[in-house]
């Protein structure tokens, strides 16, 4: 089957990153399965709910309209396709990669898999895993030979939720094969969907691709992360040392620091690039593992800072109402999937303290304890300290700065006799 005309794609997993590609391809014309084992998932994108800010219901409800958009749990379903894309969680287990579920989707697929059909896998993962891992599943479940009977490469997703400018449609797309003909294929698809691709030799520089432009911003968050607590002990603003850095028309890009990272990428991906190198050279991966050290410590830096701030006003953290501004782990979204922001609520819990979280993208109780409620005058006055964890545009900052007694603010957005900075 020719990408340039393929008429059936599947895209395995129906999350953040396989929404909206489904959704694009609607749009771009394929008649698309969206499959995905989450019955409850399914659900809601069939009744027309979608979970993901950048997909809105009107969008999702016109691709099922079209009638060329299937949401299904049935593997069944998958039959016959031309492309299937893989987008499935690729998560940490006890600090090792875990690949059980792009293990499940590969097995899935080569059950249907077709002679002259493309297979590509989206998944973060370590350099190898399309050409170690996938092929092999697919060859043994199919009978067929990758490069030679169906096409197969590797092609990170950049997919930056929440982010206005820069979408899946016109962020350039790194493509590759595990052959000529495979990087051809793949390409000819991704051609339909964006506006921009960009060929590399293989998958596992492609795979690289992905591991490095994440390690790249882990390490740099880590860098003014470690900063801000130095120029803290130092008394110096950090801050606008940032500022005044990021003037420089080049040679320098902009990272500030924050309450820790969170979200399925930057705590995720540089381990499987560290994981790999370990395993590969026996050498630890330096940089990934003081990143993560420093990155993972800043939650308790947070508590630590507010522990002061409250004994400075001869006050203890037990018993204190604490109200946390933000639990997401990223502006303007509510995706709170390891969130520096709920180990702070717990660390705050386990001290003694209320913990009251006010997220306006948060459709549910935070997992990490403590009550949701609404941004108010009444919840801020009634709160001994307000500590601003993500910085949504949503919140009403002169309503905090006007009302709240102690401001800790860990995103460096407010000013005021009544806050202080990280
Ligand atoms: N979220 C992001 O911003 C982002 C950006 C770039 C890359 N990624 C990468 O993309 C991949 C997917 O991430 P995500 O954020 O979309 O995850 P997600 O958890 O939002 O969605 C994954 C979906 O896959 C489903 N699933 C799991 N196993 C399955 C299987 N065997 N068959 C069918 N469905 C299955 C899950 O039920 C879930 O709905 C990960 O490797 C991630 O690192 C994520």
Request: one cysteine or more.
């Amino acid at each position: 089957m020719d990408p340039r005309t393929a008429t059936r794609l599947v895209v395995v997993g129906q999350g953040y990153v396989g929404l909206p590609l489904a959704v694009r391809a609607v749009e771009a014309g394929f008649d698309v399965v969206g499959f995905d084992l989450d019955e409850a998932r399914i659900k809601g994108l069939t009744a027309g709910e979608s979970f993901v800010e950048d997909v809105p219901d009107a969008v999702l409800q016109e691709a099922l309209r079209s009638g060329r958009y299937l949401p299904t749990n049935e593997p069944g379903r998958c039959a016959g396709f031309d492309v299937a894309v893989i987008d499935v969680p690729t998560p940490l287990r006890e600090g090792n990669p875990n690949l059980a579920h792009v293990e499940a989707a590969a097995a899935m697929l080569a059950q249907h898999l077709r002679p002259g059909a493309t297979v590509i896998l989206e998944s973060t993962t370590y350099p190898g895993t399309t050409e170690e891992l996938v092929a092999p599943i697919l060859e043994d479940g199919s009978g067929l030979a990758a490069g030679t009977d169906f096409y197969l490469g590797y092609s990170p997703e950049r997919i930056d939720p929440g982010n206005p400018t820069w979408s899946l449609a016109n962020t350039p797309k790194v493509v590759s094969g595990v052959d000529e003909a495979s990087l051809g294929a793949v390409r000819a698809f991704y051609d339909r969907i964006v506006d921009r691709t960009v060929a590399v030799s293989g998958t596992r520089e492609a795979e690289l691709t992905k591991l490095l432009e994440n390690t790249f911003r882990h390490v740099n968050i880590a860098l003014v992360n470690e900063l801000a607590m130095f120029a803290g002990e130092l008394g110096i603003d950090v801050w606008e040392a940032i500022d005044a850095a990021s003037t420089k028309p080049f040679g320098y890009l902009r990272f500030v620091p924050g309450p820790g990272v969170g979200g399925h990428c930057l705590p995720i991906d540089p381990s499987y690039l560290s994981w790999k190198v370990r395993r590969a050279l026996g050498q630890p991966f330096r940089f990934v593992e003081l990143a993560n050290d420093i990155n993972e410590h800043m939650p308790d830096y947070v508590v630590h800072r507010l522990v002061l701030a409250f004994n400075a006003r001869g006050r203890a953290v037990r018993g204190a109402t604490v109200l946390l501004l933000g639990l997401a782990y990223k502006r303007n979204t509510g995706d709170a999937r390891e969130s520096p922001g709920t180990v702070i609520a717990e660390r705050l819990a386990a001290l003694g303290a209320h913990v009251r979280v006010a997220d306006p993208h948060l459709g549910h109780d935070p997992d990490g304890g403590g009550a949701l409620v609404e941004l108010s005058a009444a919840e801020l006055e009634a709160a001994d300290a307000v500590v601003l964890v993500t910085d949504h545009d949503a919140f009403d900052y002169e309503l905090v700065t006007t009302h709240a007694r102690l401001v800790l603010d860990t995103r460096g957005r407010l000013d005021g006799p009544n806050v202080e900075r990280l």
